[in-house]
């Protein structure tokens, strides 16, 4: 397997900065380029022609950032003996084994504080991950193998996170029927259809978080990405592949961002035309070149054969929270966010998705300004 990834360095702050990992923009099967060049690096393509400009709001200010394509044959990553890769926790393996060859090669930062990020189905992949690591770090301690580094686990960081599929999928009429930006009034014929689909999808759901296989996840992704979240987002939640509801109306057929229902849908699927710029920026020959990625290689923000490997194990159907609860319980911090704005991720109150209680998490409010954040949350063991 080979992963091309992109590390961005801070200016010199005088001071170890910590290392992050952004192992995920979401999908399954979406680029991390993305998040680099739309979302939190240092530069933002500004134009078709593949013109960047400054990102005030990047990430590396503070800190060391990979931005990494992963599982296999996603982005600019590829398998020399074609396999692939349809489950989480194997892909979380994956970059486990690659941040081991990392710090071997580069190992100035292998004594960081680590923290991984990812958002949207990256709250599914980053638990996975994030457990492969903090268990092995376990054994590590326990009987350390030679050439093995520990890697110094801090913190998880999830931006609309994919979690905890029961609870969110739950929550979609929620909010597209009474949320701040509800599309349609409460008694309307499309909110009773939706919530006449909720009580199937959670027995599905349930089944699926009861027995944990393919033949009772996969159906149940089918059902409710069918049923309920292709109502709101033509599927592109979940990468955006023949997964709508054929009866209703998506935001961006109504004119509408699924990503932030108060902007207008411009770009296509997306609706967001940059999606389509960052494409044409890691095409470009130059570019290519300076990566080391093979010319003859074309890039796509998004995998169709991830997508459909994962969608067809039921990958995207397993309850990740328990994972975070074994974490946090271990000192590992946890850093959850979501906007209320968008369906990506869900609208449900954020202590469901990750299912902590009050004696796992500490809480950091802050007040509710232009452009600020309202009610954020900060979960760390008590007392630790």
């Not at 590590?140 to 905890?164: H, M, R």
Request: one cysteine or more; charged letters at 20%.
């Amino acid at each position: 397997m080979l992963t091309i990834p992109e590390i961005i360095e801070p200016p010199d702050v005088g001071i170890r900065p910590p290392f992050i990992s952004f192992i995920s923009l979401g999908g399954p099967g979406a680029s991390s380029a993305t998040g680099l060049l739309f979302e939190l690096g240092p530069c933002r393509v500004a134009a078709k022609d593949g013109t960047v400009t400054g990102n005030k709001h990047s990430w590396n200010t503070h800190s060391n950032i990979l931005f990494l394509d992963q599982p296999v044959n996603v982005g600019w990553s590829y398998s020399d003996d074609g396999s692939r890769v349809s489950r989480s926790y194997v892909a979380g393996e994956d970059v486990y084994a690659f941040f081991q060859l990392f710090f071997a090669r580069f190992p100035e930062y292998a004594g960081a504080k680590f923290h991984m990020a990812g958002e949207s189905y990256g709250g599914t992949y980053v638990p996975n991950a994030a457990t492969v690591f903090h268990k092995k770090n376990i054994e590590f301690e326990v009987d350390p193998v030679p050439g093995t580094i520990k890697i110094n686990l801090a913190s998880v960081i999830l931006a609309n996170g994919w979690t905890n599929p029961l609870e969110q999928y739950s929550s979609i009429p929620d909010w597209i029927c009474e949320g701040p930006y509800a599309l349609y009034e409460p008694e309307s014929r499309e909110c009773v259809g939706l919530r006449r689909s909720v009580p199937r999808c959670r027995r599905v759901v349930e089944t699926c978080y009861k027995f944990d296989t393919r033949v009772t996840c996969a159906p149940a992704e089918v059902y409710c990405s069918h049923a309920l979240e292709g109502s709101v987002s033509s599927g592109f939640c979940l990468a955006g592949y023949n997964t709508r509801n054929a009866n209703l109306p998506t935001p961006s057929e109504l004119g509408l961002n699924p990503y932030d229902v108060r902007k207008p849908c411009v770009g296509g699927d997306t609706c967001y035309e940059e999606l389509d710029w960052v494409d044409t920026f890691m095409n470009n020959a130059t570019v290519k070149a300076q990566l080391g990625v093979d010319p003859a290689r074309n890039f796509t923000g998004g995998s169709a054969l991830v997508y459909l490997s994962f969608r067809a194990s039921g990958d995207g159907m397993r309850n990740s929270a328990p994972l975070l609860t074994d974490l946090v319980n271990d000192g590992i911090r946890l850093l959850v966010y979501a906007g209320n704005a968008g369906m990506c991720g869900g609208a449900v109150e954020i202590r469901v998705v990750v299912g902590l209680n009050n004696s796992q998490t500490a809480f950091a409010t802050t007040s509710a300004t232009n452009g600020g954040w309202k009610n954020s949350k900060v979960f760390s063991k008590k007392n630790s």
